[in-house]
Each structure stands twice: as C-alpha cells, then as structure tokens.
C-alpha cells in the first residue's frame, strides 16, 4: 500500500500522503493505505496527522473507472469513520484541487488548512448528480447558507476564500507541508468539533430565506435536476440530525445517477476525450510547429480569433485592407478586454499580456511572410476567398497552413486556388469567437494529416475544443440547425407564434430559442442566403422586409428596449397572421410535443445524413458539437443521444409521418436511421464510423 500513500513523520506529526499521480484519485488502494496510515499513526502516538496529497494536489475525488462497478473495501465512510475516531487530530493540508470525493474527505477530518490558491468544491452537480459521501451534510454545517451556492453551482472557491467561508481553519503560505505541520504541532491540544457534530451554522436558521434563495438559484437551472437534488440534500442539513441528511444524500445520489440526465452528462464526458481520438491523423502525427499566427479579416470573427489566441499566448497579427479597418478591429479587441477588466475578471497586467500579443498590418505580404499559420476570415464570398487564397499562397512560405473560416464554403474550392491544397484546411470558429469553445476543423478531400495535426494543436492551445469534420454546406452545426428552419417557418404559417418555438425551446433546455437567436444574429443573413439561393419563407421574408432585421435595430421577430430585453411584437403577430390568411393555411393550436418533435427531428435526421456521408466520424462527435457549439445544455447530451432515448424506431415513424403530413423532404427518414430501426439499432451501439 505503501505506493499510493506515504507515511513520514516529523518528531510526533505524522503526515500521509495520497500519492496516486496525476491528481490522486481516492482509488481502492488508497483509501485502504489511509486506513493503514491512520491505523499506524495511532498506534505510534501520533500528537496529530497531517493528511495532504503528493505532487500538484490533494485529491480529485473519486476514481470514475470504478464509477458503477461494485463497491470494494474500504469505503471511504470506513475512512472518514476511522478519521473521526482518531484520538489524534487528522488536519487535511490542501493544495492544488481538493475536488468532490477529495473535498469530502479533507471535511471529515478534525481540521483543515489551505493554500492560497487552492481550488476547493463539489463539482458534483455538473455530473448530473449530488456529492455522496457526506458532503452536502458536513459543509453546510462547517459554512451554513453559503454551502447552498457552492454546492448547488458545483463552482470550486480558492483557499483564501474557503478561509473566510470557515470551510478550513487557516490559509498558510509558503511550503504547505512544512507550515501544516507547524500548524498541527501548535494546535494539537486543541479540542476540535468534527463537522457532523457542529450545529451552531445550521440550527435556527430562516427557513424561508434559505428556500427563496434555493428557488433563485435553481431558477438558473432549466429543468436540470441535479441542482435541485443539491439544494434538497442541503436542505436536509438544516432540517434534520447528521445520520437521517447522509441518508437524504445517499436516495439523491442513487436516484439522480440512475437517471437519464447523469447518463447523458457521462456521454459528453466521455465524448469530449473521443473527439480527439482522429481516424484521419494516426498516433504520433506530428503538427508544424506553430509560433506566429496571422488572421487575415478584422472583422466580427477575425477579431475574436485573434483576441483567443492573444488570450493563450499565442502571438497573432490582424491584417486588413485599410489602416482604419485595422485600427476599428483592434479597437474592438481593445475594447472587449477593457470590459473583463473592469468587471474585474482580469488584472491589468494580463491586460498588458494579452494585448502585448496581438499586432496589426496592412502589409499583406510582408505579415503573410512571417506567419506559421493563417486563418482567413474575410467576407463569405468564393470570389474573394479564391483571391485572397492564391494571394497566400505566393506570400506565405512553402509548407505552412492555410485555413479559412468559412462557414458555408466548400473547402476544396478554397484550396484549389493555392498549390498546396494538402495545406489547406477549415478552422470554423462559433461566434462570439473568444468565448465559444467549439472549433470545427474541415477536412477537405486533399488535407494531409500533418494540416490537421497543425489545426488540432493550435485549437487547443487556444483553449477550444476541436471537432474534426468534412467538407459540405454549413459543416455541422450549421449544417443540422440548418434543416430546422423550414419546419420553423411551417409552423408559424400553422400556428404559432415566436414565442411558442422559442418557449418550447428554452423549456428543453437551450439557453435561448432559435428565433431569439435569429434576432441576435441578424436576421438579414438568411434572407441575404435564401435570396442567393432562390428560396423563399414568406414569414421570415416579410419579416425582414418591414425592416425587422433584429436587435441591431431593435427589432426582428421581437421588439427590444434599450436594454435589450426581449418583448412580444404586435407587428410580428400580424405579419404572422396575414401571412397565413394570404396562404389560405388555417391556423390552429399546435401543442408543444409537436413543436418539439418538428424542431428536433430534422436536427437528428441530417446528423444521420452525416454520419452516413462521413461528415461526422461518429454520433458523439455531432453531440458534443451541439454541446459546444449549438447552445444544448450538456444535461440533454445531444441530438443523437436524445434520438436513442425516444428509440430508433419511434424517430422514424414520426420522421415518416411529418414529412408527409408538413410535405418536407428534409424529414424523410435518412438511411442510416431506416436502417437502425429495422435492426433495432441505436446511435450509441453504432461502431465507429461508416467510413
Ligand atoms: P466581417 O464582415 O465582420 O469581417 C470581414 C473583414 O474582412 C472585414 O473587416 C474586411 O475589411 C476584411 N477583409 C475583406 N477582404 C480582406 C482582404 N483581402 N484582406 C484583409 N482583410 C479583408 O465578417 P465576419 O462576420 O467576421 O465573417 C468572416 C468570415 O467568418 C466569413 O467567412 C464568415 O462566413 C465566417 N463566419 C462568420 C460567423 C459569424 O457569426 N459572423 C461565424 C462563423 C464563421
């Protein structure tokens, strides 16, 4: 046992170490070696133990290979009995994470002191479930009230803030071990109330304030059930004894895991680690190295690339057309980085960091010269984009990529304009470029495995999470989201109201309805599309042509104050109505099962169009896509993932019976969706990819 927790001494401070790197997960093994410590200390006459963890933290808590798999012994209540029994006062010494599991363990013992810096909560909730070893009874009583916030938010807190909370008894600086075990020695004889037995936070207290305030929190929540398990566990600390509350956790914890909710939060865990595993880029695909960016284009998206790799150190210069586009791009970025600091989120020496990276030319060639990597995001126009890409290409030195931004452009067009289309490839930012986390990387038909190496790593040295995908019309999140609109069109002309859509909408989850959405955007982008493309909406089309373009100018399918508050339109309702009197379709009262089965139902049938064409390697590419990328909150886990919980057969019937009864070929079940339900199929059992 030796290996996964050391014992040393220091005169008569014994200190253990959980030492299972990397971040010392509370595995089998080390719960048992902490038995064995404890059990050794005692019977050397430890004055006190110090517990703290080996290398860069305490502990993240619970080890998930052994998630769902039979429980073996020790437990760590046997731990934390052993802890509490302990003559010797055990001081849990945290630096680095004290995370879930490891938190829960550092509040059972007699004591604990901290870091500065360390990072300190029960991230639980965002698992989909509640902290189950005693947590949310033990912090509530160490901290009352504030224990709702922290474990209902699953948002760590830093040592010196967990020492004004009181959930550690000192914040030490300097060698944490060395001072811990000063603190130990001094503070051995002290008499300490273990967290079970405190009352003095939790007793007596206002009830009502607690529940408004629980009632606030969760109001942020949109149908997540873990925060409310979290908030009706902490609720229990407050209302009933220690042993009765631990019980309340345990049914929440068994209830909640069981649920569909934390299955789809595991999926997206899971899936964010098998992104990266990329049948087009073998193991070992070494990317170009990578140490000056230039985007070309300072616009909305330009700007924000930039400002992402400013922000991760990546020195990046913006070239524009004219000195003021140049000065109006790095203005905005100025800008957006002097919000954050005055907000306070950001100090202003990394301020003077970040904006220390990014730099600004007109000089095309002579910046195009020096880079390592290229992302264009000028306007979305072949024309343009083939000129700027032939006019890289001579610039740029031989064997560096070339990516484009492009949202709806076909990739190869892009590359057949340099004579190095293996160098080519797509880095699809999401806007707001700085904040949004999804990244797609377009393979077009001639990108090299290096090219997208050189895109994989630069994305997640910028913090994003790369996607890749192939080439088509609007890649994947556009391209999914895309075939909802007809439907959305169809059912205003039905019957409802923006409104009703965006409820439906926000109802399952999403933080905002596609017709918000639309307004943010700009609603002239689409009907600048559907004009390019010969298609009509007469709802959206009338829309824009009363000059309802969106919040820009405060109107779109809403009307929007100075604020940008959302309100329901009385102008937009009778384009509505007209428009459906003109068509001679009869309005009539759509529920929202139907609503949403129509807006989700064209998402999942062209996921399967791109599973089956290899646009998507596999399903849980497109779900965290979604995730990432397309506004789903993690809980739903995706598209395709919410498709195998309605089974495969129920999403074909009702695909068949919309695309006849709505006449939209976009609904006719795909192949591939045919295909699972005559096998009795799913998504999640499909292996790998079809090509
Ligand atoms: P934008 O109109 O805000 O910016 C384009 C910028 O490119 C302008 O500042 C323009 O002066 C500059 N530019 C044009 N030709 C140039 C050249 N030859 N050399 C240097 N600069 C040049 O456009 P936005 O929204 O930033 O879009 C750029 C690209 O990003 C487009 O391909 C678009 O489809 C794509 N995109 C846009 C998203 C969005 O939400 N706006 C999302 C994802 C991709």
């Known amino acids: 046992m030796a290996d996964f927790v050391e014992h040393a001494t220091d005169g008569d401070i014994h200190i253990l170490r959980i030492a299972n790197a990397p971040v010392n997960t509370l595995r089998t093994e080390v719960r048992a070696g902490l038995l064995a410590g404890l059990q050794a200390a005692q019977k050397a006459g430890a004055k006190a133990v110090v517990l703290m963890g080996a290398g860069r933290g305490f502990s993240a808590g619970a080890e998930m290979t052994e998630f769902g798999k039979p429980r073996q012994a020790p437990g760590l209540n046997e731990v934390f009995d052993a802890i509490e029994q302990s003559k010797a006062p055990v001081v849990a ?19 604990r002191v901290a870091a500065p810096n360390a990072q300190i909560g029960l991230p639980e909730v965002k698992r989909g479930f509640v902290p189950g070893a005693g947590g ?14 922290m474990i209902v938010s699953g948002d760590p807190v830093s040592g010196t803030r967990a020492g004004a909370l009181g959930i550690v008894d000192a914040v030490l600086e300097g060698d944490l071990e060395k001072a811990a075990i ?35 929190l969760l109001a942020r929540s949109r149908g997540q059930e873990s925060p409310k398990g979290c908030a009706d566990c902490v609720r229990a600390a407050f209302t009933l004894p220690f042993e009765e509350g631990l019980q309340v956790e345990r049914d929440t914890l068994a209830r909640l895991v069981a649920g569909e909710q934390s299955k789809a939060l595991r999926h997206i865990l899971f899936g964010e680690r098998e992104v990266a595993r990329i049948p087009d880029v073998p193991e070992g695909t070494a990317p170009l190295p990578v140490k000056k960016l230039v985007v070309i284009g300072g616009g909305t998206m330009g700007g924000g690339i930039a400002m992402s790799a400013a922000n991760f150190g990546l020195p990046v210069t913006i070239v524009e057309t004219s000195q003021d586009a140049l000065d109006r791009g790095i203005k905005r970025c100025e800008d957006n980085w002097k919000r954050t600091l005055s907000s306070g989120r950001m100090t202003q020496a990394e301020y003077e960091k970040r904006r220390a990276n990014l730099t600004g030319s007109v000089d095309f060639e002579k910046a195009v010269g020096e880079a390592d990597l290229v992302i264009e995001a000028v306007f979305e126009e072949m024309g343009v984009k083939k000129e700027v890409f032939a006019r890289l290409d001579k610039a740029a030195r031989p064997g560096i990529v070339l990516a484009s931004n492009t ?19 797509g880095m699809h930012f999401f806007s707001p470029a700085n904040v949004m986390r999804l990244l797609e990387i377009v393979k077009g038909s001639k990108t090299s495995a290096a090219t997208l190496a050189t895109a994989l790593d630069v994305g997640k040295r910028i913090g994003k999470l790369n996607v890749v995908v192939g080439n088509c019309d609007g890649f994947v999140a556009n391209r999914m ?50 004009k390019a493309r010969g298609t009509v909406a007469p709802i959206a089309d009338a829309v824009v042509a009363a ?15 100075e604020n940008r508050k959302r309100m329901l339109s009385k102008e937009v309702e009778a384009i509505i109505l007209d ?68 089974g495969m057969k129920a999403i074909r019937d009702k695909l068949a019976h919309y695309a006849e009864a709505t006449n939209d070929p976009n609904l006719k079940p795909a192949a591939l969706i045919e295909d699972l339900a005559a096998k009795g199929g799913s998504f999640a059992a499909m292996k790998g990819s079809k090509v």
Not at 199 to 207: C, L
Not at 547 to 561: A, F, M, T
Not at 580 to 589: D, G, L, N
């Open 182 to 216: 000063a603190w130990a020695r001094a503070n051995a004889g002290k008499s300490f109330t273990l967290a079970r037995n405190r009352t003095d936070k939790t007793q007596g207290q206002d009830m009502a304030a607690f529940d408004e305030a629980a009632k606030k």
């Open 481 to 530: 989201n895309g075939k909802r609109g007809l439907q959305i069109e169809k059912l205003l002309q039905e019957g409802c109201l923006p409104q009703d859509i965006d409820r439906v909408m926000e109802t399952f989850g999403l933080a905002m309805g596609p017709l918000a959405i639309g307004d943010l955007a700009g609603l002239d982008i689409g009907a600048a599309v559907r």
């Open 407 to 425: 949202s709806t452009l076909d990739i190869d067009q892009i590359a057949s304009a340099t004579s190095r289309p293996e160098l080519v490839c």
């Open 579 to 646: 428009t459906s009197e003109k068509m001679q379709v009869r309005r009539r009262k759509i529920d929202d099962q139907e609503i949403l089965e129509r807006l989700l139902l064209p998402i999942v049938n062209e996921g399967a169009r791109c599973l089956e064409e290899g646009i998507s390697y596999r399903p849980v590419d497109i779900d965290v896509i979604f995730i990432s990328g397309a506004g789903w909150p993690a809980w739903r886990g995706g598209p395709m993932f919410w498709a195998d919980t309605q």
């Open 136 to 149: 949310t009874q033990r912090l509530p009583r160490l901290i009352g009230m504030e224990a709702l916030t």
């Open 547 to 561: 000059g309802r373009i969106g919040q820009k100018v405060g109107k779109g399918y809403y009307d929007y104050d």
């Open 93 to 111: 010494a945290i630096h680095g994470h004290a995370l879930g599991g490891g938190l829960e363990l550092a509040l059972a013992c007699q004591a």
